[in-house]
Nanobody, 127 residues
């Protein structure tokens, strides 16, 4: 019923860009949900990259990706995309999108808050 599907992962060079897509099913981006992006690297805990609220004017990003990554909603495709610019080697990993129901004006990046998860899409950085 409620489903998130990540796509458009791939490989990029340091300094390059990628745009990941999170397609939503069972609800729309106009509903009261927070959308978050996470990444998982071997040997590290899953970390919250960023999140966005229904209202779009509230973002919350990991310090290391601020000014490089941004979540952008595509209403026509019912997706929340992660635009990644100026990629670094440390950005490699499996990227997940997730969602939780919320009427709050803000969002949090804690994985425990999220009840709906996609399957992930890989991002590799090569020189």
């Amino acid at each position: 019923q409620l489903r998130l599907v990540e796509s458009r992962g791939g490989s990029a060079h340091p300094g390059g860009s990628l745009r990941l897509s999170c397609t939503v099913s069972g609800f729309t981006l106009e509903d009261n949900f927070v959308i978050g992006w996470f990444r998982q690297t071997p040997g590290k805990e899953r970390e919250g990259v960023g999140c966005i609220t229904k209202y779009n004017n509230s973002h919350n990003y990991l310090d290391s990706v601020k000014d490089r990554f941004v979540i952008v909603k595509n209403y026509a495709a019912n997706s929340a995309d992660l635009q990644m610019n100026n990629l670094k080697t440390e950005d490699a990993g499996i990227y997940f999108c997730a969602a939780y129901s919320s009427r709050s004006v803000g969002c949090v990046r804690s994985p425990d808050m999220y009840s709906i998860w996609g399957q992930g899409t890989p991002v590799t950085i090569s020189s």
